[in-house]
């Protein structure tokens, strides 16, 4: 694709969208992997958390061909992601302790780099899909990511500190992008349909696909609300 063609910067807007789109998921984690570190250290997780974040997606767009032929990819991600938006919610009852997520930085760092390598398929697969096999666009497509993440969980982390029920609709959103991704797994296309699926199955399929969704959102929210009472109420009876 040659540069500055009409197609070329079609191409661009559609990666510009993306990123856009994909990554307030990223955004979203990285506020509420920092959000109970102390406030010097809030703005330092942030800025290397995006960095980590940033090189392992670049690692995985180098690798995008292989990634595709990976079969379960989707699956496993999406299950992968499920775990970090239950524990995003279940660590707000051990606040008195010293839980990894909970009040260190590197603790922070590995949450916010796990769930962006889960996050980032979506996001390496989209913009390699846009680019059309372009290395420049796919370049470009990394670089307008890094000012997105980065001024989009610094606003997040500020509205969670004067919102906390934030917390809540953050770890929604990153169970819905679980279930995305496990709907997408081309493993599954039997239950959630695909390019080759019949049409008359198409209502099942939708109802499938819709009621994952839920399971994933409510089952997030239903356990990591148990998990932070469950904390809680451990946490008088030692007081």
Do not use: C
Not at 24 to 53: E, F, M, S, Y
Not at 91 to 96: A, L, R, S, T, V
Not at 185 to 213: F, K, M, R
């Amino acid at each position: 694709m040659e540069l500055f063609t009409a197609p070329w910067w079609s191409a661009l807007l559609a990666i510009i969208l993306i990123d856009l789109v994909l990554a307030g998921d990223n955004a979203i984690v990285i506020a509420l992997a920092a959000r109970n570190l102390p406030p010097h250290l809030q703005k330092k997780a942030i800025a290397w958390g995006t960095v980590g974040a940033i090189v392992v997606r670049s690692v995985m767009t180098v690798g995008v061909v292989w990634l595709l032929k990976i079969p379960g990819l989707m699956l496993v991600g999406g299950l992968g992601l499920l775990w970090i938006a239950y524990k995003l919610l279940a660590d707000q009852g051990d606040k008195e302790h010293d839980g990894p997520v909970a009040s260190t930085f590197w603790g922070a760092m590995k949450t916010i780099v796990v769930a962006d390598a889960l996050m980032g398929i979506d996001n390496v697969l989209g913009v390699a899909g846009a680019a059309h096999g372009s290395f420049d666009l796919v370049v470009i497509g990394l670089l307008v990511s890094i000012p997105i993440v980065v001024f989009g969980s610094t606003m997040v982390l500020k509205l969670v500190e004067r919102f906390p029920i934030i917390i809540n609709v953050g770890a929604a959103v990153l169970a819905f992008t679980a279930a995305k991704m496990i709907v997408s797994e081309q493993l599954l296309d039997p239950i959630y349909g695909g390019p080759n699926a019949a049409p008359s199955a198409h209502t099942l399929h939708v109802t499938a696909q819709w009621a994952t969704y839920a399971l994933a959102v409510a089952g997030v929210l239903g356990a990591g609300w148990w998990a932070t009472r469950r904390s809680r109420s451990a946490a008088r009876l030692s007081t």
